[in-house]
């Protein structure tokens, strides 16, 4: 057996005045979509965030592609993370295009105007690569941040509500985006709230609450 | 750290550089105020410049009326007939340092603005060092 | 809040310099004016000494992470602030009848005046976190770039031929100042020097109070455990 | 990717967004020409006294005004921007060195205009202007470099719009004064050489603080 993608044992993320994650014990293998639900407020970005190696924790430790969380080696793997977070990550003057090719051309380390423009062609964008992504809609933007996964091709698929406002067919590009990952290995985590459309798509589900994963679903 | 060596070790050299230069070499001239014997015969300054003038008041000079006071300065070399708008402050003296603010016609310095300069001496009463010409010693 | 050694030291030589400025004679020109330096001395040098503490301790935070080292800079930097000020409000009294005016562009006042700018947004920037952690990280850094700039400033400022007087007792040759009153002075900054150590302690034990009460609280609150199911709209069953 | 091919690409990225913004060249100039502007008003029409102060107008307009203009690429990209750079593999230096160089060019280019409004407003004597050429680079880049530090320092902060200019401003008084008194030299015919040196010095260690921190900056995200 392959060692897990992502393994955190008893990680702990402390906050003034509150405690957000208690002491989360996860494992991602290789291969697998997981499904993470948990009520409003109960710490998914943030859980989502420290599997990103954008947040240390404040205790626990946790393996993240082979890399010790809190070291040095994170620096490491971090381009073999995808992340579709709540915000846009888009810079608002720029145009849709312009927005994937920027990410594009540094995660690749060269121009990559023709992988941007195909990746615009797939994801349905190709007419609207001129258009402004502050001038865009929420489902657009979206599109975008899939079209840059398509580009980076993680081994570490993180998407936290990516889902919202998109139309069934953009829905079929996030199933496509979670069987390219774990076809080639890889593991995808998926925060969100309605189990029924999420269910097809993974092959188990976590649930986070009182800052603990509280249930497991096969 | 170490990709930046490339980066660092120019600058903190480039930095030497220019410190050693700035503390060795430079002798611009910086002034806050002028002395007598740089405005006295300088023809380039005009009746509209406005600068400052510091020195020693000239023991015996001072004399006032009501809204003026006349007094000398003097760097020991020259010395400037100035003619102050005001009373004087307190610590206004024979023989303290002074730093007026105006303009110069050739004769007369007008004056509208006085700051005495303190010098580094405290001295008690009956410590019995204290005379004008000690305090200030010529420069 | 019991009363420890440090405390009694600090009020003890307190007191003693404060009998100290006022039975030592007054001076020959300034008259009981000059007595203001017992404080205004005192206090400038107590701004370059919590500045000095401040940069250590980021300087130490950074090294290894420990949030004593934060606390202690930024309590240096809170007193050091007050200090600051009061030796700007006490040069001024002194200054408007001794210079005349009460602020002149003089290259010591600049530098202060400008030191106590830099540290009033050192001090907002602590406010503005409420996570230690964060706040101890920035602000180290902060403090240490703050600092590398005080030299530059002092220089740039001196460059303008200042008014203030040259340095009365730190001079190689023989100090311009009667016996008498430098014992006044010296009693004075070893009072006020005392008075930042027992300050800075306090400081920095309430503010390790304060986040361990942050703490304390976490203990009892997760993240999501103070919100329920809406109770209208039949969602609940 | 090498460092300086990164830095290229996140500075034209960046530039662009800005321009396209055009938050500098419509907003920040005109009001700082509207500053510029109001000054003679309050201190009332005295031509020689306004040839006088001047260059020193200028340049606190300069530094006050363009506070607002480092500020502009912490308030303009948002935080989420940030993590997918990270996430993409670019180099916290890089982003330092990228954002303080559209910063700079942006400096530059608002300084050059409310030159050309001080020049028109004011008509300062100046007669070795072209010393001008070595002293607007040499300020617009310190101040874009404290900028740059201050909103790193400041990120994710509620408060930080009002923060950064707090901070900012009197660390960058020796900038002030380096550049102000090198005009002033200019105009009265003495060395500035000094000034110049002065200012040289606080871009270098600003340059090294910038690098040394970049990365602890990045990680204490949060």
Known sequence: MTSPTVSLRSVAVRKPGSLILRSVDLDLAPGSATALFGANGSGKTTLLRVVATLLRPSSGSGVVLGADLGTAAVDGVRRRIGLVGHEPALYPNLTLGENLELAASIALGRPATAEAQDALQQV???????????????????????????????????LDEAHVGLDPEAWLLV???????????????????????????????????????TGHQE | MKRYRAFLIPAAGLLAILVGFLMFNIRDNLVYYKVPDEVVGDAS????????????????????????????????????????????QQLFQEGVGVVVEGTWDGDVFSSDSMIIKHDEQYRTDDGGVYTPEQRYPDE | MKARPLDIAAVGTLATAFVAGLVVPPDAVQGDLQRIMYVHVPSAWLAYLSFTVTLVASVAYLRWRSLRWDRIAGAAAEVGVVFTGLALATG???????????????????????????????????????????????????????????????????????????????RPDNP???????????MSVAAFTVVFAALVKRRSEITAKEDEALRFQEAGATAGSDITAPTIGGGSS | MNLRNQIATLMRYELRDELRGGEVGFVVLPFGVVALLTIPMAIGIDTPLLQRIGPGIYWSIILL?????????????????????RLAGADPVARFAATTL??????????????????????PALDSWWWLAALLPLTAAGLSMIGTIAGNIASGLEARTSLVPLIVVPIAVPLLLGAAQATEGLRVGAGILRWLLLLAIVDTVLAVAGVLTARSLEESAA
């Open chain 1, 124 to 158: 349905g964008l190709a007419g609207a690569a001129d258009r402004r992504a502050s001038r865009s809609s929420n489902g657009m933007r979206r599109r975008i941040e899939f079209a840059r996964l398509l580009i980076l091709a993680p081994d570490l698929l993180l």
């Open chain 2, 45 to 88: 300054i005009l009746v509209s410049d406005r600068f400052r003038l510091g020195g020693q008041v000239v023991p015996g000079s001072i004399s006032s009326d009501e809204s003026t006071v006349t007094f000398s300065v003097t760097d020991g070399k020259q010395t400037m007939v100035i003619v102050h708008q005001g009373a004087p």
């Open chain 3, 176 to 186: 311009q100042i009667d016996a008498p009153l430098l014992f006044a002075l010296l």
């Open chain 4, 102 to 123: 559209a910063t700079f060019l942006l400096l530059l280019a608002f300084e050059v205009g409310a030159g050309f409004a001080t020049m028109a407003l004011y008509d």
């Open chain 3, 92 to 170: 001024m009294i002194w200054g408007k009848p001794v210079w005349g005016v009460w602020w002149t562009w003089d290259a010591r006042l600049v530098l202060t005046a400008v030191m106590f700018f830099v540290y009033l947004g050192y001090l907002a920037l602590r406010r503005s976190f409420d996570d230690p952690e964060l706040r101890a990280h920035r602000s180290a850094v902060l403090g240490v770039v703050a600092v590398l700039q005080i030299p530059i400033v002092h220089f740039s400022v001196t460059w303008w031929r200042g008014l203030h007087q040259p340095p009365t007792v730190l």
């Open chain 4, 65 to 85: 005004f363009g506070v607002l203009v480092t500020q502009r690429h912490s308030s303009l990209a948002p935080p989420a921007t940030r993590d997918m750079l």
């Open chain 1, 175 to 213: 199933g496509h985006l979670i069987e390219e990952v774990t076809g080639r290995g890889g593991s995808a985590l998926i925060v969100a709230h309605e189990e029924e459309r999420i269910r097809p798509l993974v092959d188990g589900a976590v649930t986070l609450g009182d800052g603990v994963i």
